[in-house]
């Protein structure tokens, strides 16, 4: 043991240590299973049982993902099955899969996440600095289901809508109501399930930081009906999302309003959103004074040729009628996410210049991933509905 | 076109139309996917891309699956593309997976279902003679995600609770509670999901064929805390489901009843559950004549040793007595299950004969599947709850 002297012993006991530390299995494994297992340093150790597979690979959710960029080379180890550890992954949910000679599997050792536009399997990195998003020994509110026909797109949609502790007991309260949108391939669960809204939105209320209120979560992806004329506005082919502004204008906010018990007017509404969801909330929200007060991007892109008098719908057009008109606009994102993204600072800067108030947010360290959204949400909900209280 | 007669002219038109029927995406697929179809005649073809797979097969989740028994062998078609057309399905929803070269993959095309403790495919099978369980134009309910902390088991947990439509809207009006369980392997989601047991009661309610109901749907795999010690009852080893029925009594109902507006007393409670869930609603159910006074055995095993003094903590132990006690005892299963199941007739056939009224149900053609199940709510719901009409 004292063999190599002191450095060596260090080295040893180093290894000894990692090891020992086996890790424990995700929050998102299914019941029984065990892996993935992270690590205390955060490094993941993945495994699949495929004995006849020539290569398996775990790869990663986007380029910028926390887990890194991957793909990652699993090794036959006994018994048929593949094994990696992963180099220290960045904190929060990610998104990955497993290739198996090419064709891409889900891991069947956790639930499936709809992102990508398709089912995911998903990894969850504990943060030692921050349990905003746990689920705490607090009063807890409801996410519920609700069908609902939409005229717009002549079909039944269904929206999730989170309602706060409390709701069903005091039959005179309204709330106001946060719309709050996923981004591309994600789905109306997306914010639940991955982003635990409905657990930041608790733990904030037992705090006290924010106002109670209802936050709706519909799905963005909605194409117009076959033989549709394009959008008026842009008169672009369709990219699939084209009729949601329409359904959250027409059927999904009256919808709310006659349903639960809102505030119902302008200044009681929000719409954020996050990556698509972002664009969706500052062209839908700014095109909709008379709907919305408050518009949250959480990871936009900026858009190309920025211009204060055309661009969103030339509502920031006269700044002294725009800092009257919204109550709140709030950009965010990560540190390190891409430069389109990181360019929307640039986007709020111009804004602001123009005497127009906007909130920008940073995520220190991170990129565009659920934990970016997740501070964001933390950040964004306490600034709303403030002169509500 | 005349050649062979008009023998060979009916059977090249029977192909032609085969060929023309190119069927429709299953009801399960993900946006924009389009496959598996589901042919006219209920054939149904399901492909994988999987361009280095040397072996590729579509299994069938259980052998008395309505797919068939399988697996079905894919066969390379261009491009790198599996596909199979499979024989005729009974209606309903199948769960599936692939094998590519031995390792189970799901559909990358279809939502997951949680069955067989693990995410799997599914497929749905429309039937001409039913659409009781499909979405239609009435008043829709909610399926409400409700959070709780269970003592029994020192953790969170969580309830999908339908409450019918209107059940906001009147303050003073409490209603009788349906607790429904999932079979073995399966999650409080799926009587929502696979069982569309919300379009069910939303359905049978705008008939006015149903008292207006909640149902409460929980997750019965519970096993007991590490070192807790066996079932007191029973003394055996654990099989993950022990403490369920701790949890029903001591956490679940309280919670319900606490949270919501129910009729609170054992009248105004039922327990039913499928297959796995079917013996803990009799079990738990029939020995807890405190708290529930209606139970339903959606295919249900038969005991071995069937005894009415013992059987079910003895609560049929004393006929008339067990008349006073039990306002519904309904078993029932599809006509074509396994035996064991298709035994519990006999059990029933020996209770009745004792002179305890037993409702029981035959699903024509249908064995341990989804669609038994949605027969046997439709049969079952209308029949709770009458006195309190």
Known sequence: M???????????????????????????????????RVHADR?????????EARRVQVVAGGADNGLGAGPFEMSRIEDGVWNVTTPPAVPGFHYYWFTVDGTPVVDPA??????????????????????????????????RSR?????????WRRAM?????????DRRKRYPVLYLQHGSGESERSWSEQGRANFIMDNLLAEGAIEPMLVVMENGMVA???????MAATGRPARG??????????????MVDSTYRTRADREHRALAGLSMGAGQALQIGLGNPAVFAAVGS??????????LATSYSGALRDPAAARKTWKLLWMGAGTVEPARILAMKKVADTIRTSGIPVTWFDAPGLAHEWQTWRHSLKDFAPRLFRSAR
């Open 110 to 143: 956790t639930r499936s996440y709809f992102g990508w536009n398709k089912e995911c399997s998903g990894v969850e990195i504990p943060d030692p600095a921050h349990d905003f998003y746990e689920a705490k020994k607090v009063p807890h509110g409801e996410v």
């Open 43 to 51: 490094r993941v150790t993945f495994r699949l049982r495929a004995p």
């Open 2 to 36: 004292a063999i190599g002297g002191v450095a060596a012993s260090v080295a040893g006991a180093e290894r000894a240590a990692e090891a020992q530390d086996a890790g424990r299995p995700s929050a998102t494994v299914l019941p029984g299973m065990e892996y993935p």
């Open 298 to 307: 959480f990871s936009g892109v900026a858009p190309e040729g920025f211009d």
């Open 224 to 230: 117009r009906r076959p033989g549709a004329p394009p």
């Open 147 to 155: 069908l609902y026909f939409a005229e717009v797109t002549q079909s």
């Open 241 to 254: 999302n084209e009729a949601f502004g329409d359904v959250v204008v027409k059927d999904l906010v009256p």
């Open 161 to 169: 809508v989170y309602t706060p502790p409390g709701y069903d007991e």
